[in-house]
Each structure stands twice: as structure tokens, then as C-alpha cells.
Nanobody, 124 residues
Framework: QVQLVESGGGLVQAGGSLRLSCSVS????????MGWFRRAPGKERDFVAA????????YYADSVKGRFTISRDNGKNTVYLQMNSLKPEDTAVYYC?????????????????WGQGTQVTVSS
């Protein structure tokens, strides 16, 4: 059984920073492409960032490019999302996802496993 557990969400003022973590258990972590998605109130789940298995390619949504950084530590079975210069429009539930594939994807339907999500609230 593969489990993904997010942590690090919370309430922060605009311009602040948060770092989300996602711990993966149940299978060899290095086989997974990892992604972060988010769902704002009343909206669909959107792609945020993804990282290849070997940590050599990263992909970002245009809305977070230059502010967010995705990284992974295969030794710790953990993927991170460093979020800087946060804006009120970043408020959402953030989900970690894992994909058994070679290449990263921006499509949520292509991810095999999901965490329960962690709430990020950015106040103005």
C-alpha cells in the first residue's frame, strides 16, 4: 500500500513563505515522478509543479514560476515544495501526487497515488 502524507501547511501573510513536505511510503520512492497540485475554494484541482525521478527536470505552472521550488530527497522518500512570495490567490488545499512513469506530467489524471492534502491560507 502506497501512502503519501503532506505536512507544512498553515496560515501566512502575503509575501511570506511556507515549505510543504510529502513523505511517501510503501514502495521504492525513486520510481515515482512526483507532483504538487492545488484546489482553491470553488475551483478545480490545478497543476502546481512536478519533478522527475532523478531530480533533473522540474516543471511549474506559470502562476508559481519564480516563486515556488519543487525538490526531492530520494534518501528520505520525501518531496518538498518551497513557496515564497505567497499571494492570497495561492490559498488552496495542496496535494502531493506520485506517478509511476519516466516523465513528469501536468495532468492530474496521470498520477497514480495522492495524499490527503494540506491547507495553505494566505492572508492579505
Amino acid at each position: 500500500q502506497v501512502q503519501l502524507v503532506e505536512s507544512g501547511g498553515g496560515l501566512v501573510q502575503a509575501g511570506g513563505s511556507l515549505r510543504l513536505s510529502c513523505s511517501v511510503s510503501g514502495r521504492i520512492f525513486s520510481v515515482y515522478v512526483m507532483g504538487w497540485f492545488r484546489r482553491a475554494p470553488g475551483k478545480e484541482r490545478d497543476f502546481v509543479a512536478a519533478i522527475s525521478r532523478a531530480d533533473d527536470f522540474t516543471y511549474y505552472a506559470d502562476s508559481v514560476k519564480g516563486r515556488f521550488t519543487i525538490s526531492r530527497d530520494n534518501g528520505k522518500n520525501t518531496v518538498y515544495l518551497q513557496m515564497n512570495s505567497l499571494k492570497p490567490e495561492d490559498t488552496a488545499v495542496y496535494y502531493c501526487a506520485a506517478r509511476i512513469a519516466t516523465w513528469a506530467s501536468r495532468e492530474s489524471a496521470e498520477y497514480n497515488y495522492w495524499g490527503q492534502g494540506t491547507q495553505v491560507t494566505v492572508s492579505s
